[in-house]
Each structure stands twice: as structure tokens, then as C-alpha cells.
């Protein structure tokens, strides 16, 4: 693996067994991201993008090759010892926020953190900064049937960023919004990656959404068939037209 890879498939394979039919996801798939990048991936339903983001989040393993993340193998590290890498080395946003009803942002913001060593003080100061970065500081009391749509996802973004992990996975995290809050998340995400330095790889159908990312990466029946670097100079000065 060169020195700025940071995420790296080598010949995935992954496949379901369906009605006693195997279902190949991803065909000997290679990919790269480089530390840093931001990458959207694309492609029609069933083509593989989800089963990604859950095999370099850890959350799957794949039947044959390899998935390395921060220069380790996802699939050898213990099912006891998930969580904590998780908690150190990926952040997760989905479509749908994932946000319990139950506590305040402030409180959603702060699950991840108990998977620290942190002190209660510590993860406190952690969760207030998070909030503070997407915005959401004067909503830290509330919960999610107070918030919008676009307020919950910054919060689901908030507590994605809270253990400072390397990379963000984004599932869809546009795809339940309104096109203005949509906008508003992803001007968020352009921070991670611009400012902070974050790693970034997104799931999308949405063109406007993968207009944002670095890279375009199109797949179709669990192969890539396109990685497209993207103008985001161009994007960014049409904008501002």
C-alpha cells in the first residue's frame, strides 16, 4: 500500500445466498481512496455502493480479497475490538439519521464517545466542539422531533465527527432532505474534507451531491467502471456566478 492510501479493496469479492442462488455484490473489485480524498460513488441499485461503505466500515466482511483501512486488514481485527476501531477510524452518516428520539443532540452527539478512553469531561468537550462545527450549538438541549430534517442531519453529523475519526462514510446523507438543506450538508461535508481534512466516501444518486465530491467513482453489477477525477474549481466558480 503507498504511503497516502488510506482505504484499499484488493480483488473483493462479495456475494449473498438468495433462494439458494449466490448473489455476486462485488466481482474482484480494486479500489483506492488516497488519505484525504473525497469520493462519490455512484451506480444503479444493486450494484455494490452500500456493501462498500459496510465492508470498510467494518460492518461486513467480504467472502475473498481484502479491505484495508489506516493500514489494517477490517476482517482480522475481533468482533470485541470493532467498536473501538470504529469509533477511532470511521465515522458513519446515513440517510435516514439514525438519531434516538429519546436524548437531546447533545446526548447523540456523546454515544460514540463512551467507546473512548475519554474522561466524562473530555467527551463532553468532544461532543460541544462537534456541535459547534456543524452549526448546532444553540440545539444542543434538543431532541430530534425539535430539530428539521436538515438540523438532525448535521446532528448525525456532529456525532459521525465526534471521536475525530479519519474517514467519513456517508450513505445517502442527502437523500431525505429538501434541495436547500441538502445544500447546507453538503457545504458541510466540503468543510470536513477542505478544512479538517477528512476522508470522505459517499454514496449517492444524487448528481448535485456527487458534483461536490473529488472523485466520481460509477459502478454497475459489482464492478467499477468508472473513476473520474471532478472539477470542484469549476463547481465551486459557477457557484459563485
Same mark, same amino acid.
Given at each position: 500500500?503507498?504511503?497516502? #492510501?488510506?482505504? %484499499?479493496?484488493?480483488?473483493?469479492?462479495? &456475494?449473498?445466498?438468495? /433462494?439458494?442462488?449466490?448473489?455476486?455484490?462485488?466481482?474482484?473489485?480494486?479500489?483506492?481512496?488516497?488519505?484525504?480524498?473525497?469520493?462519490?460513488?455512484?451506480?444503479?441499485?444493486?450494484? /455494490?455502493?452500500?456493501?462498500?461503505?459496510? !465492508?470498510?466500515?467494518?460492518?461486513?466482511?467480504?467472502?475473498?480479497?481484502?479491505?484495508?483501512?489506516?493500514? #489494517?486488514?477490517?476482517? /482480522?481485527?475481533?468482533?470485541? %475490538?470493532?467498536?473501538?476501531?470504529?469509533?477511532? +477510524?470511521?465515522?458513519?452518516?446515513?440517510?435516514?439519521?439514525?438519531?434516538?428520539?429519546?436524548?437531546?443532540? +447533545?446526548?447523540?452527539?456523546?454515544?460514540?464517545?463512551?467507546?473512548?478512553?475519554?474522561?466524562?469531561?473530555?467527551?463532553?468537550? %468532544?461532543?460541544?466542539?462537534?456541535?459547534?462545527?456543524?452549526? !448546532?450549538?444553540?440545539?444542543?438541549? +434538543?431532541?430530534? =422531533?425539535?430539530?428539521?430534517?436538515?438540523?438532525?442531519?448535521?446532528?448525525?453529523?456532529?456525532?459521525?465527527?465526534?471521536? @475525530? *475519526?479519519?474517514?467519513?462514510?456517508?450513505?445517502? *446523507?442527502?437523500?431525505?432532505?429538501?434541495?436547500?438543506?441538502?445544500?447546507?450538508?453538503?457545504?458541510?461535508? @466540503?468543510?470536513?474534507? @477542505?478544512?479538517?481534512?477528512?476522508?470522505?466516501?459517499?454514496?449517492? +444518486?444524487? *448528481?448535485?451531491?456527487?458534483?461536490?465530491?473529488?472523485?466520481?467513482? &460509477?459502478?454497475?453489477?459489482?464492478?467499477?467502471?468508472?473513476?473520474?477525477?471532478?472539477?470542484? =474549481?469549476? &463547481?465551486?466558480?459557477?457557484?459563485?456566478?
Amino acid at each position: 500500500m503507498s504511503r497516502d #492510501t488510506y482505504i %484499499q479493496l484488493e480483488s473483493v469479492t462479495k &456475494k449473498y445466498t438468495r /433462494g439458494g442462488e449466490d448473489l455476486v455484490v462485488l466481482d474482484q473489485l480494486d479500489l483506492t481512496i488516497p488519505e484525504g480524498d473525497y469520493a462519490a460513488l455512484m451506480g444503479p441499485s444493486g450494484s /455494490g455502493k452500500t456493501t462498500i461503505l459496510n !465492508l470498510v466500515g467494518g460492518l461486513d466482511v467480504p467472502n475473498s480479497g481484502r479491505v484495508t483501512v489506516a493500514e #489494517t486488514e477490517v476482517s /482480522g481485527i475481533a468482533q470485541r %475490538q470493532l467498536p473501538a476501531w470504529r469509533a477511532r +477510524h470511521v465515522g458513519f452518516v446515513f440517510q435516514s439519521f439514525n438519531l434516538l428520539p429519546v436524548l437531546t443532540a +447533545h446526548e447523540n452527539v456523546m454515544l460514540p464517545l463512551q467507546l473512548t478512553p475519554l474522561s466524562a469531561a473530555e467527551r463532553k468537550k %468532544q461532543a460541544d466542539f462537534a456541535l459547534e462545527i456543524v452549526g !448546532l450549538s444553540d440545539r444542543a438541549g +434538543h431532541r430530534p =422531533s425539535q430539530l428539521s430534517g436538515g438540523q438532525e442531519q448535521r446532528v448525525a453529523i456532529a456525532r459521525a465527527i465526534a471521536t @475525530d *475519526p479519519d474517514v467519513i462514510i456517508a450513505d445517502e *446523507p442527502t437523500g431525505d432532505l429538501d434541495r436547500n438543506s441538502a445544500d447546507e450538508i453538503l457545504e458541510l461535508l @466540503d468543510r470536513l474534507n @477542505d478544512e479538517l481534512g477528512k476522508t470522505i466516501l459517499m454514496v449517492t +444518486h444524487d *448528481p448535485a451531491a456527487a458534483a461536490n465530491a473529488r472523485r466520481i467513482l &460509477k459502478l454497475d453489477k459489482g464492478n467499477l467502471v468508472s473513476d473520474e477525477a471532478n472539477d470542484r =474549481s469549476r &463547481k465551486q466558480s459557477q457557484g459563485e456566478a
